[in-house]
C-alpha cells in the first residue's frame, strides 16, 4: 500500500527475475519487489522507473521518481527495494511504514 492505494507488484525471487528485473520493458504495468537488495541498475532500460528503498521494518529510507536509464543506486541501510512505473510514487515522507502483503 502506498498512499493507502493498492500497488500490484510482483516479486524478483529467482536470480533470472533480479538479473533482469524490468529492464527492456516499454510499458510496465506493475511493480517489481526485490526482497534483501539494497542497489539496483537501470541499464538497458525502455523507460524511467519510480524506485522506493526500505528498512528491514519497510520504512522508507530513500525513494527517487523518474529515475532515467544507465544509473546505479546503492544505498548501505536499505534492505528490500521497489522498483515502480514512473510516476507511481507521489507525497512519500522519509520514514513512513508501507504495508507489504
Excluded at 19 to 47: A, N, V
Excluded at 65 to 76: A, E, F, T
Amino acid at each position: 500500500m502506498i498512499n493507502k492505494e493498492k500497488i500490484s507488484l510482483n516479486v524478483a525471487d529467482t536470480f533470472q527475475k533480479r538479473l533482469f528485473g524490468l529492464m527492456g520493458k516499454r510499458h510496465i504495468q506493475t511493480g517489481l519487489f526485490f526482497p534483501k537488495t539494497r542497489s539496483i541498475h537501470t541499464f538497458f532500460m525502455k523507460t524511467n522507473i519510480d524506485i522506493i528503498m526500505l528498512d528491514k521494518n519497510n520504512k522508507i529510507i530513500y525513494f527517487e521518481k523518474n529515475v532515467s536509464k544507465n544509473r546505479i543506486i546503492i544505498k548501505k541501510k536499505a534492505y528490500h527495494t521497489i522498483e515502480l512505473p514512473s510516476n507511481t510514487i507521489n507525497n512519500l515522507n522519509l520514514g513512513e511504514e508501507l504495508t507489504i502483503c
